[in-house]
Every structure is written in C-alpha cells, then in structure tokens.
C-alpha cells in the first residue's frame, strides 16, 4: 500500500519549514521565517493548498512546535504554543487552524525535538532502536526522548536544554545568557550563550580555541545525567552548533571521563551520533507521525 | 478470583527482606542482614519453603535489588548483580538459584527502587499516576521511574543518585563521598556524605542545622532535573534521610525556586511527597511485579 499524502510542518522559534509528501524520497518543502501568528499560519495554509490542488488531498497533518507547547492530545488547548517568551506567540493556537483549513483532517502536534527524535527512529540515526534521545543545540537547546518505543511524554512535554549542570565559575565567569535560570545548560552552551561569552559568532571560532573544550565539557554533563535518567542506546546530537564536527570526539571524551566506569558503553562512536536525517529530522518526523495518526484511526 | 500466593525480595546492600502473601494487607515478612551470597540465599530459600509448607505453592518470585543489576529479561544474566563495589557481590547470580528452589516458578527482576515505585503505584501515594518517580535517600540515592505506566528501562536501568548537580564550593567545601564520582548527587546528599560532612549521625543533627538547607538544595537540583526530563506527575521521596519531615517543604520551596516560573507545577504539596507504603515500597513493589507475571502469563 502507498503511503498516505501527509503535512508536515517543523514550526520553529525563527522559521518554519512545511512539507508536502509520502517519504524522504517524495517531498517538496518551503521554508519561510517565523513572522507575525496570523501572517505565518496563513503562509502554511497557503502552501498546503496550493500542494492540494497538484498531488490531491491531504490526508493528517503532523506538527513539530517550538515551545512550550500543548502536546496533551486529551487537552482542549492541544496544538496551541502556550507560555512562550517569543514576542506575539505566547497562547496562539497554531495548529487547530491550519487542520480546519485543511477539512479537519487528523492532526498530532508535538515538539520540534520530539518530532526530530521521532524522524530519527523511523528514517535516521536510531532506526531499530527502542530508547534514544534527540538534542538540538542551536539558537537554544532542546531535547526529545523516545523511551520503550514512544515518545515520551509525562505530565507535559521534557525541557532539557535548561538542565542544571556544574559551573566552575573559576574556569568559566560568564553568569549565563538563560533570561530564567542564568547558567542552566542552554545558559551556558546554547549558540547565543557561545556568542554572548565570545563576542562573536561561534562558527567563526578556531577548531583549536579553548571555547569548543568549554562547550564539549557542558554538553557532556548534560549527556551524564541524561544518560542516567534515560540509559539510552543512542544519542543524536543536531543544531547548529554541532555542526563543528570536532565536537563529536570531544564529547564523547568527556562523557566517557564523566562516567568514571561507572555504567558500561560498549561503543562510544555509536553511542554519540550527528542526525541521519541532517536538518530535515523535524519536518520528516513529523511527516511520519501523521502517516501513523492514519494508520492507527 | 483470588490474588496468588507470591514471594518477594527487596534485596538491599545491608538487609534483605522476604515476604510471601498475597497483598498489603496479607502478607508474612522477614528481615535479616546481608552476608555473603551463599548464605544471603539460602536463608531466602529457606524462609520461602518453610512459608510453602505452611500457606501452599508460591506461583511466581519478584525481585527489588540493589545494583548495578542485570535488568533484561532477554538477557543471559538477567537477575544476576553485576558490577556492584559491595564485596562479594560483584557478578553473582542472585535470583536464579531461588526461582529454581522454588520449583523454577517465573521469576521478575528489577532494582530495589523501580520495584519500589511501582508499589507506590500499585498501594502507595502513586496510585492511579502513570508518569512518576520514587527517589530513596539513604546510605545511597538511588531512582525509580514509571513512564506512560511502565517501569522505565533503557539499556540498562537508571543510576538517578550519580546525577551531576551544581556546587559552590565556597559555600560547600566537602568534596563528596562517592568513590566513583566526588561530588555527584549520592556523594553530597546521601545519609554517607551527610555523615562524612559533618561527622555525625544526620539524623542527630538539629532541624535549624544548615546541613538540612544544603540537603535541600541538592534535592531540588536532582528532581529539578528530573522534572526537565521526565516531567512527571508527582515523586516520592523515601529512605532513611527523607525521615526528616522538615526537608518536605524546604525541598519543595528551593525546587519551586529553581524552576522560576519556567514550566508550571499545579500543586508543590502533591508533587513531592513521601512514601504511602513507608518502608515497605520495595517489597510490596516485588510483590505486585510478581503478581502480574502470572496475570501476563
């Protein structure tokens, strides 16, 4: 059987990337900035139709949010960005209204990082693997976690980017770039922390420069304690930042370091991977849940 | 239909308590200390047949041990004690040799806090809660968590008491106790690294003492954590140390302090509790696990 003609969409903090299609293999994608609600929604409705009348009706769209987010699918406010510090988007329902557009179809609405983890499991990194965590380190740091094959989801969605972590303020006097806890770990490693404590864009810093030594340390306790929370089989690590492959190596260094021996990781370079799926995990993870939403109804 | 006749194990590092019964309000057990492995088991084997003789066949064994402890079902040492540091104990087959004494009824085998948490579900202050942890503080930290109504497991069971948390040195010069770690979680909260920090009992200690302040603040930084990652329901917190009732709402104040406002908690009161089974989570958490085996089976 086809798979079903799905939406998608990755709705990020500075854009949004919508797609239209069956698999990785059969997609098409636009990619806009994230401007007022209203303007921003209407650009998606607008493209998923124009998509309608080439390819046919669209039948679930899935939705991976930035945050936080109501990803309760038994809430009445499910689909809305709740609390958000983002100007204009703070309690905006963003995905009721593009599923109206689109004659209600079925529609599942998750995190970005979630939706990111999922898109691993299903065409990237963690395929065949039952426990793993996405984390994107960029702008800000988030992460998803799939736990015994789902995603996991408690009393609402996992915050991870904001992790308290140890700070040798000797080492490191930079107080933290986080506007609610200062030094958490999003405080201390995000790309606007990088940029904040350096002066400069991150990407411009030498591979050799103490600041990747700095970074690698900070991911890595985040990792530890993930790690001991989670046991998880893999970790896919995304965002800009990581794209300084240099810090794969280090990271898996210092997590290894940090362990002390403690558990046992049987291959470390398997244990710390970038995503398959490089930028396109959210958009294609949350491609995949809507084809799963068809599916199971 | 009546519940089955069960045996239960909470197998810690210095007791062991054995219970056969049926539920919480029908059930036999006894406590000795934890000697070496030969003797530590026999003496299980034995107050489990003399129970047979008198109440008829156990059906089925759970198991809560300490660890590391091999956790897999799958696995060719599932129910063996892996790397402990604990002398004698390290890679020893602990509940196979009892299951077989019992006539190879099946056999469940988990950590002393997951089996711990899932009897706070079963009969304690968890009941009806599918996303929740239960945290011991005592000779050690340890963690149990049920997410989306399982115990979670990953490639291993977690290790919550080593998590890596902030330290002010100049508030706090103790460099912890743990021989793997320093200062993790375990090495500056456990009833250990109280002991060692202010060379006495902690449970001496007066209730004004700021060893509690600081206890508090450890405490909050881990479910701060755990909080970010699991977003659970609700923790339980028990064990030797959390018999200092006045550590309840200081440790509910400083978490509530931690998280700023970030992500919402409805009610601090039902969101850190102690124990409803008290000193019996373990064992009666074994029994339940047993019970469902032969439900499932």
Redesign the interface.
């Known amino acids: 059987m086809e798979a079903a003609l799905v939406g998608a969409i990755e709705a990020g903090g500075t854009k949004f990337v919508c797609a239209v299609g069956r698999s990785p293999g059969d997609f098409e994608a636009v990619r806009f900035p994230t401007l007022r609600p209203e303007e921003t929604i209407s650009h998606a409705i607008d493209f998923f139709k124009s998509k309608e009348t080439e390819r046919g009706e669209i039948q679930a769209l899935g939705i991976g949010s930035f945050g936080?987010a109501d990803v309760n699918p038994k809430s009445k406010k499910y689909g809305w960005i709740t609390?958000t510090p983002k100007e204009n988007w703070s309690h905006i329902d963003l995905g009721n209204p593009i599923r109206e557009a689109l004659s209600g179809v079925p529609m599942v609405f998750d995190t970005d990082v979630n939706a990111a983890a999922w898109g691993e499991g299903k065409w990237g990194a963690a395929q065949g693997l039952k426990?793993y965590v996405y984390i994107t380190v960029g702008t800000g740091i988030g992460?998803g976690?799939v736990?015994?094959g789902?995603i996991?989801?408690?009393?609402?969605?996992?915050?991870?980017g904001?992790?308290?972590?140890?700070?040798d303020h000797s080492k490191d006097p930079f107080p933290g770039s986080c506007p609610?806890?200062g030094?958490c770990l999003e405080g201390l490693a995000s790309g606007t922390a990088m940029r904040n404590r350096w002066n400069t864009d991150p990407a411009t810093l030498p591979v050799e420069h103490e600041a990747w030594k700095l970074e690698s340390g900070y991911l890595a306790?985040a990792l530890?304690?993930?790690t001991?929370?989670?046991?998880?089989?893999r970790f896919i690590l995304g965002g800009g930042v990581m794209e300084q492959k240099q810090l794969f190596p280090m990271i898996r260094h210092d997590l290894n370091e940090?362990i002390?021996?403690?558990?046992?990781i049987d291959d470390l370079d398997t244990f710390i991977v970038p995503p398959g799926l490089s930028s396109r995990s959210g958009v294609l993870g949350a491609l995949a849940l809507a084809q799963e939403l068809i599916t199971k109804h």
Chains 1, 2 share one sequence.
């Open positions: 936080p609390n426990n992460g976690a736990v015994n789902n996991l989801h408690g009393i609402s969605h996992p915050e991870m904001h992790l308290r972590i140890p700070k609610f806890h030094d306790d530890y304690n993930l001991l929370t989670l046991a998880p089989q940090r002390a021996g403690y558990i046992e």
